[in-house]
């Protein structure tokens, strides 16, 4: 498949890789060696466990939206500093750093595009800035989205790779699952569907808010999935967490999932999902 | 008497007050003539209080937030609302005794009424869990409101918790989903809203009981992304930092009206909520039956319009 080769093309120079150099490494979850090339021909996924290494926004807009169809907006929303915010360094220098490492401006990209000719907004978080983490422009620009999901009445498809609200904008950021929530509750009511697609990892109150809302939610093989992430588990009740512990197979089998796909499978699994939520039509003639 | 927990800025207060009640008890058995010299100390205590209750540090504020004597939602239940019957269970997997929910008659208004409830002492807490609710907990408040809903009854909440809870149990049964499923539900209800911050306000496990029409804060309370503890292990990989975290992340009730992120903060006696619980739930009444009233006039769709508005809004950013 030619799909990342395509997004490597367009991929800014100093957009941070998300498979490290080298031209062999190793799959985390089983162990393999793998040749780099290959992981990239087969998706980032590991041929011998089916692992899905990480990928970015721009590689799901590749690998699910109609070339060369996607609009992005609101690419030229930037975080502000509103609580002055200081830890080792000043926040307002680390999320210059954040820009300059990969490229973008917050952990988020949102546009409009087709999906198998279907118009869609369609939302990929990016993990690699500041952890997919949410602050105010992230808040924002999903909100926006939402907002363009009703005006057009496009179904809404949103990727979620996050660790949670950002702390260095203190309850800006909390009120961010409040806000995206709210946009998700005018979207429901104007009926247009809403698909979440959950990666590796989505966690806090990322998944406690706009993730978890989907009308359909579907989550990547071994994808963690969770509300507390879990060391904190760990040090809450003082012993090692089970095997496959808030895993996309754990959620599944607890019901908080509607279905695993595999990425080379999901353009085609959304696209029939989408078909069956918008499409209004007569049964078939039998007369014919 | 029961025994006071004194903070460490609070011994000197502490001590003081002892003092004087001890030389009272003195002067009412004997001739010493100290009157003069107990006016003479609560003079003193009086001026002490003042000075270190009105520049309390950010910290300060979390450790009184916390304060293992301050009322919780049962203690302003018990004062302010009469007739009110608790209903229990989430209707698929259990209670939460971390979560109070029930219908009360307040001002004269019948309300649904829900409140992280934390315990008293040892035994009550392990019961409470620490006021750290179980998905079951977030799920009965869900189903409950929605009933408030559909009778057209004005909603009050009260929010304290150290967050909800991070367990095995609980992410089995879809901490995230109860919360997120929370939020929706609040966007959507049709009945005057208000939540007021009494303790802790602790991030997602307190905002799934707090998307209302007025969200309001004691003095003495905190309202954060992630509890001052956490933020320092992750940022300076110290939880001993949190009250570098406090003041960096901003969680007092002031703080949050200064951001115009609350509505109103309500006053507490001085020394806190805890030197006077009977006062503090007359100042919440107070403000509560204005807000009340004043949401009352507004129609249901109205109210949900609004309150969608009034979040939709929340952030700061900037255009390069
Ligand atoms: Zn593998």
């Known amino acids: 498949m030619a799909w990342f080769e395509k997004s490597k093309k367009g991929l800014a120079p100093k957009e941070k890789a998300q498979i490290p150099d080298g031209l062999w490494l190793k799959c985390e979850n089983c162990g393999e060696i793998i040749f780099r090339k290959e992981l990239q021909k087969n998706l980032s996924i590991c041929q011998k466990c089916r692992f899905h290494f990480r990928i970015n926004g721009r590689d799901y807009i590749a690998l699910l939206i109609d070339e060369g169809t996607y609009r992005e907006f609101n690419t030229d929303l930037v975080s502000a500093d509103p609580l002055k915010f200081k830890d080792t360094k000043r926040y307002p220098d680390r999320v210059q750093q954040a820009i300059k490492s990969t490229g973008i401006n917050d952990a988020v990209r949102t546009g409009v595009g087709l999906l198998d000719g279907r118009k869609i907004v369609f939302v990929a978080m990016e993990f690699t800035f500041f952890g997919g983490s949410v602050g105010s422009v992230v808040g924002e620009k999903i909100t926006q989205a939402v907002i363009r999901s009703i005006e057009g009445r ?12 950002r702390m260095q904008e203190g309850m800006y950021s909390l009120l961010q699952m409040a806000k995206t929530t709210c946009a998700l509750a005018q979207l429901a009511e104007a009926k247009i569907p809403y698909i979440s697609l959950l990666t590796h990892p989505t966690t806090g109150g990322t998944t406690a808010s706009f993730s978890m809302l989907g009308n359909v939610i579907i989550a990547e093989p071994g994808a963690l999935i ?11 009740i003082g012993q090692d967490l089970p095997p496959g512990f808030q895993r996309s197979e754990f959620l599944l089998q607890h019901g908080f999932i509607d279905m695993i796909v595999d990425r080379s499978q ?7 999902l989408l078909m069956h939520l918008t499409t209004e039509a007569t049964p078939d003639d039998d007369s014919k | 008497m029961h025994e006071r927990v004194a903070l460490d800025f609070e011994k000197p207060i502490l001590d003081l007050e002892k003092k004087i009640a001890e030389m009272k008890a003195l002067s009412g058995t004997s001739q010493l003539g100290l009157d003069d010299e107990i006016t003479r ?15 309390l540090t950010r910290w300060q504020r979390v450790q009184m937030a916390r304060h293992p004597d301050r009322p919780y939602t049962l203690d302003y239940l018990n004062r302010i609302f009469t007739d009110f019957i608790e209903l229990h269970g989430d209707r698929s997997y259990g209670d939460d005794p971390a979560i109070i929910c029930g219908f009360g008659t307040f001002e004269g ?5 829900m409140g992280h409830q934390k315990g008293r002492g040892t035994k009550d807490n392990l019961y409470r869990n ?3 609710p179980n998905p079951e907990g977030y799920r009965k408040a869900r189903r409950l409101m929605q009933l408030a809903d559909h009778f057209s009854k004005p909603i009050i909440s009260f929010i304290d918790t150290p967050g909800a809870y991070p367990g095995l149990g609980a992410e089995e049964r879809g901490q995230a989903e109860a919360i997120a499923g929370n939020l929706m539900a609040m966007a959507n209800l049709r009945v005057p809203f208000i939540a007021v911050v009494l303790g802790e306000g602790g991030s997602g496990g307190a905002l799934a009981i707090g998307i209302a029409d007025r969200v309001l804060m004691l003095e003495n309370s905190i309202y954060s992304v992630i509890s001052p503890e956490g933020c320092a292990s992750i940022l300076y990989r110290d939880s001993s930092e949190a009250p570098r975290a406090a003041e960096a992340m901003k969680v007092t009730a002031s703080d949050l009206k200064g951001m115009k992120l609350i509505d109103e903060v309500i006053p507490e006696p001085l020394g806190g909520a805890h030197r006077d619980p009977d006062t503090t739930a007359e100042n919440v009444r107070k403000v509560l039956k204005k807000h009340l009233t004043e949401l009352q006039k507004t129609p249901g769709e109205e109210l949900c319009r609004l309150r969608r508005e009034r979040f939709m809004k929340v952030g700061v950013w900037e255009k390069k």
């Open chain 1, 266 to 272: 999901l353009k085609k699994t959304i696209s029939t």
């Open chain 1, 154 to 165: 496009y179904p809404l498809v949103l990727v979620s790779a996050s660790g949670g609200m």
């Open chain 2, 130 to 132: 620490f006021g750290m």
């Open chain 2, 109 to 113: 208004v019948s309300v649904f009424v």
């Open chain 1, 226 to 236: 969770g509300f507390a992430g879990p060391r904190v588990i760990k040090q809450t």
């Open chain 2, 41 to 55: 100390l609560e003079k003193k205590a009086g001026k002490l209080r003042s000075e270190i209750y009105s520049s």
